[in-house]
Structures are given as C-alpha cells and as structure tokens.
C-alpha cells in the first residue's frame, strides 16, 4: 500500500469528528496516516501539529473495532506502521506515550488471531525496541558511557568490550547495571528479545527468514547485553553473534557497517 496520497496536507492534519460510515471512516483514517508517514520522513520537527489528527485516527478506528477483523490485515499492519513510526518520531528524545502504547494493544489484538505471524510479531519487538531508546539515550547522557548510540540510534558497547577468549563483548562489572536506569531499559527489552526471537523462529519453520529481521534480533539482544551484569551478558551478546552470522550468509543481504564491525570484532569469540 503507497504512503502517499493526494490529501491535502492543511486539510488532513486537523482534527475530524468522523461521523461517517465506516468504510468512510477507514478512508478518511488511511489519508491521515499516510500523511504521518510523510511527516515522520519529510518534516519531523513539526510533529505537533499533527497530534491530533493522530488521536483523532485513533479513536475512529477503535470506534469501529477495526482491529477485530481479521481481514483486513494488511490494512491494520500499514495503519499500525504509520502511527507507530509517528509516535516514535524521535525516539532517543521518548515517545508519544498513549499512541506508542496504543500501537502495542492495537499489535497485541491482532496477535490473538494469528499468534506466529512474523509481521505482527516483528512490530511488537520494534514498539519495544524503539521505547527502549530513550532510557538508554539517557544512560549514556547521565552516565558518561562508553557506549554510543549509532547509526539506528541502538546502544552499541565496542569499546568498553574486553579481548579475552572466555569474555566475548563483555564490559568491566559496572554496580550501575542496578541502578534504576538500567532496570527500565531491561523492563524494555527484554519483551524486545522475547517478540524478535519468536518472530525469527515463525520465520525459520515457514522458510522466509530476511536479513532485516536477523539483524534487528540482533540489535535487541546487544541492546540488552549493554544493560544486563555479568555472566547474562555474555548469553545476549553471544545470540545477538549468530544472528548475526546468519544475516551476513544471505545472499544479496549486507549487515550495516555498525553490525559489520561488531561481528567482525566479536565473532570469533562464539562458536
């Protein structure tokens, strides 16, 4: 489905009352979203203009059960993308907590339905993932990681890994991975290693695995390796290692140059 439609834009971003029928409705709600979708790429700086338009999308489709029906779930997965992708428009800086969180009931009703599909498991990981973001921004703000934030703005850890054969990607013991910050980025991520990993295995049993959805498990179980003490750390880092392995051996499929130097640094420690 094109994310782009002729709405006008000073017409599409104010608030509707949507007293229509709802195949008008479920219109009216597609050329709202595809003008988040233009926003979030075109023009994020100006997102408030447009919260409550948003909101107002929101409502009709929960008015009119939209995510009830199972078929229409092309529909609700674009819908669902678009909304989401606007909540998080800046997601280092925190989200727009009621439509981030509505995006994960809304991936959540869906899920009951059809409870391995790849695409509605892959949304709910990336809802996690990317509400992660701004606590692990913060880490590094408050606390002076090492760490950085690259490229798809997850918290990396090259260089404060140790060069040891039985340490893989392993920072120092740092009594900080108690602290308060660290246990919401774990509260975080781990639903993101938990709906990625599930994803991945649907993928794998139906025979349609891509190198995006590899990578992106990957991403989630570094992310969480970066938070978690010793010894749990090495397990993140080390599954995070064959993901990505096994993206890097599809062909036509290359690894970003983050992930690159991550495995290239840290492969050789995982058998």
């Given at each position: 489905m094109s994310r782009h439609s002729g709405s006008s834009r000073q017409r599409s971003h104010q608030s509707?009352?949507?007293?229509?029928?709802?195949?008008?409705?479920?219109?009216?709600v597609k050329s709202i979203v595809t003008l988040l979708y233009e926003v979030v790429t075109s023009c994020p700086h100006e997102w408030e203009t447009?919260?409550?338009?948003?909101?107002?999308?929101?409502?009709?489709?929960?008015?009119?059960?939209?995510?009830?029906?199972?078929?229409?779930?092309?529909?609700?997965?674009?819908?669902?993308?678009?909304?989401?992708?606007?909540?998080?428009?800046?997601?280092?800086?925190?989200?727009?907590?009621?439509?981030?969180?509505?995006?994960?009931?809304?991936?959540l009703r869906i899920l009951r339905n059809n409870p391995e599909n790849v695409e509605t498991l892959t949304g709910l990981g990336r809802n996690w993932l990317q509400r992660s973001q701004a606590t692990l921004a913060r880490i590094h703000r408050e606390e002076g990681s090492d760490s950085s934030s690259q490229g798809s703005g997850h918290l990396f850890d090259f260089d404060t890994a140790q060069d040891s054969d039985d340490d893989i990607a392993s920072p120092p013991s740092d009594p900080r991975r108690q602290g308060p910050l660290y246990v919401e980025a774990r509260g975080y991520l781990q639903p993101a290693v938990d709906f990625y990993g599930r994803a991945v295995r649907s993928a794998d049993t139906l025979g349609s695995t891509t190198g995006d959805l590899l990578a992106l498990?990957?991403?989630?179980?570094?992310?969480?390796?970066?938070?978690?003490?010793?010894?749990?750390?090495?397990?993140?880092?080390?599954?995070?290692?064959?993901?990505?392995?096994?993206?890097?051996?599809?062909?036509?499929?290359?690894?970003?140059?983050?992930?690159?130097?991550?495995?290239?640094?840290?492969?050789?420690?995982?058998?």
């Amino acid at each position: 489905m094109s994310r782009h439609s002729g709405s006008s834009r000073q017409r599409s971003h104010q608030s509707r009352s949507f007293d229509q029928e709802p195949e008008d409705l479920v219109e009216q709600v597609k050329s709202i979203v595809t003008l988040l979708y233009e926003v979030v790429t075109s023009c994020p700086h100006e997102w408030e203009t447009y919260v409550p338009s948003a909101r107002s999308a929101m409502t009709a489709l929960d008015r009119i059960h939209f995510f009830r029906d199972p078929q229409r779930y092309d529909e609700q997965v674009w819908m669902l993308h678009g909304i989401q992708d606007f909540a998080y428009h800046d997601a280092d800086s925190g989200c727009i907590r009621d439509m981030a969180e509505w995006c994960q009931a809304a991936w959540l009703r869906i899920l009951r339905n059809n409870p391995e599909n790849v695409e509605t498991l892959t949304g709910l990981g990336r809802n996690w993932l990317q509400r992660s973001q701004a606590t692990l921004a913060r880490i590094h703000r408050e606390e002076g990681s090492d760490s950085s934030s690259q490229g798809s703005g997850h918290l990396f850890d090259f260089d404060t890994a140790q060069d040891s054969d039985d340490d893989i990607a392993s920072p120092p013991s740092d009594p900080r991975r108690q602290g308060p910050l660290y246990v919401e980025a774990r509260g975080y991520l781990q639903p993101a290693v938990d709906f990625y990993g599930r994803a991945v295995r649907s993928a794998d049993t139906l025979g349609s695995t891509t190198g995006d959805l590899l990578a992106l498990a990957a991403e989630s179980q570094m992310s969480l390796g970066n938070v978690t003490g010793p010894p749990g750390d090495e397990r993140h880092f080390s599954h995070a290692i064959r993901y990505l392995r096994r993206a890097e051996g599809i062909p036509g499929y290359t690894l970003s140059i983050y992930l690159q130097q991550y495995l290239n640094d840290y492969g050789r420690y995982v058998s």
